[in-house]
């Protein structure tokens, strides 16, 4: 255990020497805190101001003349969501399905007022949350500072000293995945103290915590993994970075016009319309399924032969 302490301190002491990774740390914390501090701001100012909306709504729904029930009801009343405890660290779908919604006999209307149609045409970068960051920039942050973390010492012929002093490669390992998880135990200290100012209860708070820091140690162990198997660092930063890219950029935006072939309802409608709705769908949209299936396959075989043809020493390195 002292000798994995100790190469986790030697690569704590490389990454302060180093200007790349202090400075890509320093920004993270910079952009984490700033983004924390914004939104709370926001929601905040939210909380404030729904309930007097709602207030007055209520209001003018009670000042009616008095009418026929039936055209009081026709007459409409309109409800205002209130932030969650955790919205200043993470909205979820609040700026997706809207805030507000009219209710009125008869009619089941869906709720209006969505932020993330003011900022349509920035994507997922329209708002800054905090849980943006932690989701997209955040392990961007951690590959820009382990991605060489084992193929350096590799590169350099550090590695064959060390276990000829007595030192296993896991050890080596242990220590340099160790150094990585403390940057990322680092990382997440603006989140812990925003979750423990928040009005959220206990038990919310710790598996809101737990969550993203499962979420950083996978990455965590991913770049340590593909340090170790890439002889050079170079090759561990491009594969490091086309996963990045692939799962944190390409995916959701692969999965988005994916959802327009199931057409849902909006509204709210019976169970067994719901049921009956998606078993006509799957049942439509099933050989579609399978030709975009078929597609896909191709796609990627013919990607991996121009791959393999185009970039040999990549794969030569990878699977030896």
Not at 48 to 77: C, I, K, L, W
Not at 174 to 179: E, R, S, V
């Amino acid at each position: 255990m002292g000798t994995t302490l100790t190469i986790a301190g030697d690569e704590w002491r490389f990454w302060m020497r180093s200007k790349l990774g202090a400075a890509a740390a320093v920004l993270a914390l910079i952009l984490v805190a700033t983004s924390l501090i914004a939104t709370m701001g926001q929601i905040s100012k939210q909380r404030q101001n729904r309930p007097s909306m709602q207030a007055n709504a209520e209001e003018t729904f009670r000042a009616q003349p008095d009418r026929h029930p039936h055209r009081m009801v026709h007459y409409g009343h309109y409800v205002f969501r209130t932030p969650a405890p955790l919205a200043a660290l993470d909205p979820s779908v609040d700026p997706y399905t809207g805030t507000v919604m009219f209710l009125e006999g008869h009619r089941q209307n869906s709720a209006t007022f969505s932020p993330s149609y003011d900022g349509a045409q920035a994507g997922p970068f329209a708002v800054l949350t905090p849980a943006l960051t932690y989701q997209l920039l955040i392990p961007l942050v951690l590959i820009v500072v382990g991605f060489g973390a084992i193929s350096r010492e590799r590169e350099a012929g550090t590695d064959r000293q060390l276990v000829t002093s007595g030192v296993s490669p896991v050890t080596i390992w242990l220590g340099k995945t160790l150094a990585l998880a403390g940057v990322g135990a680092l990382l997440l200290l603006p989140l812990i103290i925003g979750a423990i100012f928040s009005s959220a209860a206990a038990l919310a708070s710790v598996a809101f915590l737990a969550g993203y820091t499962l979420y950083l140690l996978v990455w965590t162990l991913m770049i340590a993994a593909a340090s170790a198997r890439c002889r050079r660092p170079s090759t561990a930063l491009l594969v490091l970075l086309s996963v990045w890219t692939g799962f944190c950029v390409l995916a959701p935006r692969w999965r988005a016009p994916q959802q327009s072939l199931i057409h849902l309802p909006a509204k709210l409608k019976p169970t067994w319309m719901c049921l009956s709705l998606c078993a006509t769908s799957a049942m439509a949209i099933m050989p579609a399924t399978r030709h975009l299936t078929n597609c896909a396959l191709n796609c990627l075989s013919n990607m991996a032969l121009i791959m393999w043809k185009s970039c040999p020493s990549i794969f030569a390195e990878l699977w030896p």
